[in-house]
C-alpha cells in the first residue's frame, strides 16, 4: 500500500495548474525547509505515492487536487544555487541537507476541499491540517483520503 501525503504549497509561487503546465505535468517538489517536513521526504516518500496538492496563505486555502510522487527522494539543487531562495551555506553535495521527489499532477479537484469546510467534518478532526496546519508535508490516511475524494468529487462518488 503506498502512502498518501498532502503537500502545501502557495498558489503565486507554485499553482497546481504550474504544476499541470510543467512537461508530463511533472516538477520536483523542491524549497522544503523544516526538518520534519525534510525527513518525511527524504525517509518516507516512495515512487507511488499519493499526494493531495494543498493552497496556503491565499484567500481561501484548499486541497485542490491529486498528484502522484514519480521519483525516489533526492538532494534538492536549490540548496547549492547562489541565485536560489532556498541557498543553504550549510549545506554541501557531500552532505546534503534537503531533499525533494518529482511528483506528477494527476487532477484538479472540481470542488476544491476548504480549510474551513474540512474543519466542519468530525472524521477530519484528528487529520494534521487540522492539528498542525504549519506542517508543509503531512501525512493523510486512507480514511481521509476517500472521505476526501467524495466531497471534491460528488459527480465520480454516485457513478
Same mark, same amino acid.
Given at each position: 500500500?503506498?502512502?498518501? #501525503? +498532502?503537500?502545501k504549497t502557495e498558489p503565486d509561487t ?11 505535468? *511533472?516538477?520536483? #517538489? ?22 493531495? /496538492? ?15 510522487? &514519480? ?18 551555506? =550549510? ?6 541537507? #534537503?531533499?525533494? &521527489?518529482?511528483? =506528477?499532477? +494527476? %487532477? *484538479?479537484?472540481?470542488?476544491? +476541499?476548504?480549510?474551513?469546510t474540512l474543519r466542519q467534518y468530525a ?7 487540522? &492539528? =498542525?496546519?504549519? +506542517?508543509?508535508?503531512?501525512? &493523510? *490516511?486512507? =480514511? $481521509?483520503? $476517500?472521505? /476526501?475524494?467524495?466531497? %471534491? ?7
Open positions: 500500500m503506498s502512502a498518501i #501525503w +498532502l503537500l507554485f499553482s497546481i495548474n504550474d504544476l499541470q503546465a510543467c512537461p508530463g505535468g *511533472t516538477s520536483g #517538489w523542491d524549497g522544503v525547509r523544516n526538518y520534519q517536513a525534510r525527513n518525511r521526504v527524504r525517509d518516507e516518500m516512495n515512487e507511488g505515492d499519493c499526494v493531495l /496538492i494543498y493552497h496556503s496563505s491565499c484567500a481561501q486555502p484548499a486541497i485542490v487536487g491529486e498528484a502522484c510522487v &514519480v521519483s525516489a527522494p533526492y538532494p534538492d539543487p536549490s540548496q547549492f544555487d547562489l541565485d536560489s531562495g532556498g541557498f543553504d551555506n =550549510r549545506s554541501s553535495r557531500e552532505e546534503p541537507r #534537503w531533499y525533494q &521527489v518529482d511528483i =506528477r499532477y +494527476l %487532477c *484538479t479537484y472540481p470542488q476544491p +476541499l476548504s480549510l474551513k472524521e477530519f478532526a484528528d487529520m494534521e491540517l487540522v &492539528v =498542525r496546519p504549519r +506542517l508543509s508535508v503531512q501525512k &493523510v *490516511t486512507e =480514511r $481521509q483520503f $476517500q472521505r /476526501i475524494q467524495q466531497l %471534491c468529487m460528488p459527480e465520480s462518488a454516485s457513478a
